[in-house]
């Protein structure tokens, strides 16, 4: 009887966590971060160093002396070109932003009748796609040249575009969240008279918020830094070129431009940086207060 009443008394006890491993975890963490930033910490310390620093040895970290020089001296590289920057930065944004727009809406409406609704081939087709993202993009280069040289889109912005909107990840992972919607809330909608098209985009979508926010992030990301990988196969045209095509060419220039490039490396990463830190306070938001249960 003693033995069950004690046993009782420690089941109600709670169990906290130590103070010394509290503060163990934040040094662990707080490590491991500062480590994690330090690229990123690097590649802002050397856009503001003058050249004989960057060419220092042994390389210092930090900079010593801040100067502006490396950003006015890419200013002037560029502004030497015969096609304007702005037309870069323009083709740069365009791509990337119809591309993830594009690949967003297609994938989820692609992904939600598989997801919640039953029709004959469903499983096959889903097995398909998971068996595409086997193969990198490598493998597939030459599909895809053949498929935009017959349609016709060599040297056209659609040749990047297209192939995005046609990737497989963001079907996958939107059929993975829409499939953890409940039916019984369709099921109202459809009672209530919505459509189709009114549930998946009124009542779907908002639902699944973390996942597009997510695919968002990859998207912009790969088409970011496309125009210099994949882009140089189908662009020939220097007015379609993109900003890191434009930055890249800084630095066939010899060391006498390492400054240059690597103002352009930070200009290059912060875009991407920036879309991830906004989109990712939204998917914390998102998930800490929509969940749901059947």
Not at 17 to 44: C, D, E, K, Q, T
Request: one cysteine or more.
């Amino acid at each position: 009887m003693k033995l069950a009443l004690q046993s009782l008394r420690w089941g109600k006890r709670k169990v906290n966590r130590s103070w010394y491993g509290n503060i163990l975890n934040v040094l662990l963490l707080a490590a491991l971060g500062y480590f994690m930033a330090l690229p990123l910490v690097f590649v802002v310390s050397s856009a503001f160093k003058p050249l004989d620093e960057i060419l220092t040895y042994p390389p210092k970290f930090f900079v010593q002396r801040p100067t502006l020089s490396n950003f006015s001296d890419l200013y002037n590289l560029l502004s030497g070109s015969w096609v304007p920057f702005s037309r870069y930065v323009f083709n740069t944004f365009f791509i990337a932003i119809v591309g993830t727009g594009a690949h967003v809406i297609i994938a989820s409406m692609a992904a939600y009748p598989v997801a919640k609704r039953k029709f004959p081939g469903r499983t096959f087709l889903f097995t398909v796609v998971v068996l595409s993202l086997m193969f990198s993009a490598t493998v597939t280069q030459v599909t895809n040249y053949m498929t935009m040289s017959w349609l016709g889109m060599i040297d056209t912005y659609w040749a990047i575009i297209i192939p995005a909107i046609g990737s497989s990840l963001g079907f996958y992972l939107m059929k993975q969240f829409m499939e953890n919607i409940p039916d019984a809330l369709l099921e109202a909608a459809q009672i209530d008279g919505c459509s189709e098209f009114r549930i998946f985009w009124n009542i779907v979508m908002p639902v699944v918020k973390p996942a597009w926010l997510t695919l968002i992030i990859f998207s912009f990301q790969s088409l970011w830094g496309a125009g210099s990988t994949v882009g140089s196969m189908y662009i020939y045209s220097e007015q379609l070129k993109t900003v890191d095509f434009a930055l890249h060419q800084i630095l066939a220039g010899g060391i006498i431009r390492i400054g240059p490039s690597m103002a352009a490396t930070l200009m290059l990463i912060s875009v991407p940086i920036l879309i991830f830190v906004f989109a990712q306070s939204n998917i914390i938001q998102t998930m800490s207060s929509s969940g749901m249960k059947d």
